[in-house]
């Protein structure tokens, strides 16, 4: 029988193998897995746990909340308040940051989450899910401001995303590689499941929202147009396209066997350089794709270099098998 590893154990032999992950990030991680696994009893209770339907509020970008999404947030939030691991927390769901209350210990990482992404798909029971990033607090911090957030992508130390499907999946990068961990219900445990997850560099598959399509740029039109026209094409091969509309599960999917994923932005709104959130979605699934051997860019740079302005700010994203990416990249900057 196959010896069966824990998120703990695995986090504590990785710091013996690569000395980059303290106790206290360790401790941090384990209780996000914690409250994922919270957000994971109250998905799979539905309409039994009349968790479903809209909050009647919108958060701070203007989207209507549903009930799973405040949840969720307060789930996140009440998990990682007390450990004293934080020194603040900022998500996506929040129009500014959440300092640690007085009452508790400071520590000195910085979190940031989505606390359930794809929420159009909560209702019908498609797959969602949470994705968080973590940064280290700046020397000689005392009080976080957004200003202490604003940090590029390639600085965060951990970023990770759950899937709340027909498994429930935490999949986990500490900048050594990415891992795959599967909830046992029965148990209550994260079990590792597949390491050092690589994404092929090929591939036949893309996931994009085509009902946008007439609004595409030209750079996203000519790729999509050369993929669709298949074999007899310019790429000489035929391409499948799924699309989701829930990043974690689109981006798990290109984890596992390959793909693009493209989100990208459009004459719609030309003053916005996106819909994705570059610090709560963008930044981290980057940072995990990298890991993995793919690539992510904004059709211009990549994700990770990008410096932040802002904590909401927006970003076109462009990740996945790392030819295809480059080669709409590519287009781009044509």
């Not at 196959?2 to 990785?14: D, F, G, Y």
């Not at 030209?218 to 699309?243: Q, S």
């Not at 932040?308 to 996945?320: D, I, M, S, W």
């Amino acid at each position: 029988m196959t010896k069966r590893i824990s998120l703990t154990q695995h986090l504590i032999e990785q710091q013996r193998l690569h000395n980059k992950i303290p106790s206290e990030l360790r401790l941090l991680i384990e209780v996000v897995g914690r409250a994922c696994k919270s957000i994971s009893h109250a998905v799979g209770k539905g309409a039994l746990g009349e968790v479903l339907g809209s909050a009647g509020s919108e958060n701070v970008q203007g989207e209507v909340q549903k009930k799973l999404d405040v949840i969720s947030n307060e789930i996140l939030l009440e998990a990682n308040e007390w450990g004293g691991h934080l020194a603040g927390m900022a998500s996506e769901e929040m129009e500014t940051i959440h300092p640690i209350p007085n009452r508790y210990p400071k520590g000195e990482y910085l979190l940031m989450f989505d606390p359930l992404d794809g929420s159009s798909n909560i209702d019908v029971n498609v797959s969602i899910g949470t994705i968080f990033s973590v940064l280290k607090a700046p020397d000689g911090m005392t009080t976080p401001s957004e200003q202490d957030f604003l940090q590029p992508g390639a600085k965060q130390v951990a970023a990770g995303y759950a899937v709340y499907g027909p498994q429930t999946v935490l999949v986990l990068t500490t900048g050594d590689g990415v891992h795959c961990f599967t909830l046992d219900r029965e148990m209550g445990a994260w079990v590792l499941t597949q390491r050092d997850m690589q994404i092929p560099s090929d591939t036949k598959e893309f996931a994009i929202n085509a009902s946008n399509a007439r609004h595409w740029y030209p750079p996203v039109k000519r790729y999509v147009d050369e993929m669709l026209a298949g074999a007899t094409g310019p790429r000489g091969k035929d391409f499948n396209m799924r699309w989701i509309a829930s990043m974690v599960a689109d981006v798990h999917r290109i984890l596992n066997r390959g793909g693009v994923f493209m989100y990208p932005a459009d004459a719609r709104e030309p003053d916005k350089p996106g819909k994705l959130r570059l610090m709560y979605e963008a930044n981290p699934m980057a940072f995990i794709v990298e890991q993995a051997g793919g690539a992510a860019t904004n059709g211009d740079q990549r994700i990770l270099d990008i410096q932040p302005e802002k904590l909401h700010q927006r970003v076109a994203v462009f990740l996945g098998s790392k030819n295809e990416v480059e080669r709409v990249t590519g287009y781009h900057k044509e």
